[in-house]
C-alpha cells in the first residue's frame, strides 16, 4: 500500500491582506506536501480561510456588507495568492461552508454528550482585535492588550466550557514521551512548562455577536474561534462522510504553524482529539517568523510587503527560494529586497541558470544538439561528479525527510556549483578542438545533462515552475509531474536525446544604487 501524508498550514484570518510572512507558512508547507508526492506518497494538503468571529462581523458591518459577502472577496484574493506561489493544495477549507458547520456541530454535540462540555458563566476581559481574552495580571502598563496595545472590554456572559482540564495530565504524558509531538525542541520546552502551570476549562462560545456556528440547540450562542477554527483538519479528510479516506490521512503527518499559535494546536487542539476519542496528529511544528529589521511582519506595524507585488517583479519561484534558502526552518528570518535580489543573481542566475545555459550551449555548438554516444569514452573527473551526484541525492533526502529544508536546498545548490566546476575541469571547448578526444567530449556533456536532470528532481518542490523548465529545455522524454524522487538516480537520461536551445532562466536584476535604495533596473522580466 502507498504511504500517505497529511499536512497543513494554519487557516488564515480574512481580517487583513496577506503577506509575506503568510506566504512564507505556505511556501514551506508547499514545498513538503511536493516532496513527499516526489517520494511517491499520497498527500494530502490542506490550507483555507478562518472566517468566523466578531471582528469579521464588526469590519463587514462598517462596510455595510453581510460577513459572508466581505469574507467572500477577501478568500478569493488568497485563493488566487496560492495559485501565483504555485501552491499545490488538494483542498481550501472555508470555515463558513456548510461541510464545515456539520462538523463542527457534530463534534460539540459529540463531546457536550461526554460531559466535557458544559454551560457556565464566562467573565473576562476581551480584546476583539486580537480575538482573545486576558487576565488583568496579563494586561500591559496601560491596562490594554499585551500583544496589540489596544483597549480590551470587559465581559461577562453565560457560555460554553470545555473541560481542557479534564485531559492535562494525558496530555502532558503524551508529550513528554513523543519527543516529535511538538517541534522545534524549544517550542516543546515553552509547552511542557506551560501545561505544568495547570490548565483551565476553556471558554467555547459567545453571545455577543452571531457570525459563527450556533451552538447545536441553543442557537443564542456561537462557537467561539478555536474550537471553530481547529477542527477545520478534520473536515476535508472525510470525518464524517469517508471512513477509508479518513482512516488514510488521519492522524495528521504534520500541522505546520507559526510559533504564536503553537499553544492552541499543541494544547486545545490534542484535548479535543482526546475527548472526540481521536489519534493525535504526529507533529506540530511551530516555525519562525518572517521579521523586518528585527519586528514581525504585520499590518499594525506598517512593514507588510504585498507577495502579489513581489511575485509579479521577481516571479513566484524566486521568492519561494528565497524563503526557503535564508530562513532556518523554526528560527525568525530577515526579509529584505536586497538580499532577495542578491539571491536571484548569484544563485538562480549565475549558478543555476549559467550551468543550464552552458550545458545546453556546448550541446548545441559542438554535437548539434545531441548527446552522443560517448562509445567508452571518459575523462578523470567523471567518476568524482557521479559519486558526488549520489551523495547529493542521499543528503537532499535525508535532509528533507527531517524537515532541514535549507540544508536541503543547499545541497541542492551544491551539487550545482560541483557540476559547474566539472566543466571547468574537464574544458569540453579543448576536447572539442581534438578529434581523437571526440568519445571523452560525449561523456562530459552526457554528464553535465545527466546532472542537469538530477537537479530538476532536486529543485522540484522548492522552485516547481523552474525544475519543470529545465526539464523542458533539457528535451526529457515524458511528462515531469511524473518524475519521481527515484528517478535521481544516475544514467537515466537517454543517449541520442536532442536538447532544446537554451533559454535563460533568470535574467540578472541590473540594481541602482547601493542598500536599502537599490531599485530593479531590468523591470517586466520574470522568471
Ligand atoms: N486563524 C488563525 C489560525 C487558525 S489555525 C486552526 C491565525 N491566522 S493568521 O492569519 O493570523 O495567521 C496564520 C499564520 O500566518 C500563522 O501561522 C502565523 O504565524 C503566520 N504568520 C503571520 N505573520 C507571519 C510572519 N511575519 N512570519 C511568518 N509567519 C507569519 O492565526
Known sequence: MRKSFYITTPIYYPSAKLHIGHAYCTTLADTMARYKRLAGYDVFFLTGSDEHGQKIQRTAEKEGVTPIAYVDGIVAGFQKLWERLSVSNDDFIRTSEERHIKVVQEIFRRIYEKGDIYKGEYKGLYCTPCESYWTNLQLDDNGCCPDCHRPVEEVAEEAYFFRLSNYADRLLQHIEENEDFIQPVSRRNEMINFIKQGLEDLCISRTSFDWGIPVPGDEKHVIYVWFDALTNYLTPIGFLDDAEKFAKFWP?????????????????????LMALDLPLPKQIYGHGWLVVKGDKMSKSKGNVVDPLLLIDEFGADAIRYFLLREINLGQDGNFSRDALITRINA?????????????????????GGILVDPAGGATEFDESLTADAKTAVDNYTREMDVRALSDAVKTAWNF???????????????????PAKKGALAAVLYNLAESLRIISIMVAPIMPTTAQKIHEQLNLPGDFAAVRLSDAEWGKTPLGLTVGTPVQLFPRIEIEGEGKQAVKKNKGKKS
Open 252 to 272: 495528521a503527518d504534520i500541522h505546520l504553524v507559526g510559533k504564536e499559535i503553537v499553544r492552541f494546536h499543541s494544547i486545545i487542539w490534542p484535548c479535543i
Open 347 to 367: 544563485d538562480l542566475a549565475n549558478d543555476l541558470g549559467n550551468l543550464l545555459h552552458r550545458t545546453l550551449n556546448m550541446i548545441g555548438k559542438f554535437q
Open 416 to 434: 550545482i556549483g560541483r557540476a559547474s566546476k566539472y566543466i571547468d575541469e574537464t574544458a569540453p571547448w579543448a576536447l572539442a578542438k581534438d
